[in-house]
């Protein structure tokens, strides 16, 4: 297994800058975000579209789904001895931002 670098704090700062809508996770190691649909179709639509980028990218989030509801925790599980954050997650944020 490769590892990937984990972003530097500067980088994990600028991240959470760029991406306001995102919050840290898990002491730093992942970042997180709800989204809210107007129903469960809504809410489907978004998860496949979100499924298509992150295969695209060999890169696949975490994420749970009730009705309307979408919670995405992004992570990069070959980053350091327990994952953290990676340039990965900063371009799988950036491409889900772009879909809302």
């Not at 809210?36 to 499924?51: H, K, L, N, P, Y």
Request: charged share 30%; net charge negative.
């Amino acid at each position: 297994m490769t590892t990937v670098p984990e972003l530097t704090d500067p980088e994990r700062t600028q991240l959470l800058c760029d991406h306001p809508e995102w919050e840290e996770a898990r002491e730093g190691k992942a970042i997180t975000r709800t989204f809210q649909f107007g129903d469960f179709s809504e809410a489907w639509g978004f998860m496949s579209r979100v499924a298509l980028l992150a295969d695209a990218q060999d890169h696949h989030p975490e994420w749970f789904n009730v009705y309307a509801k979408v919670e995405i925790t992004l992570t990069t599980h070959d980053a350091g001895a327990d994952g953290g954050l990676s340039l990965r997650d900063v371009k799988l944020a950036r491409a889900i931002d772009r879909l809302v």
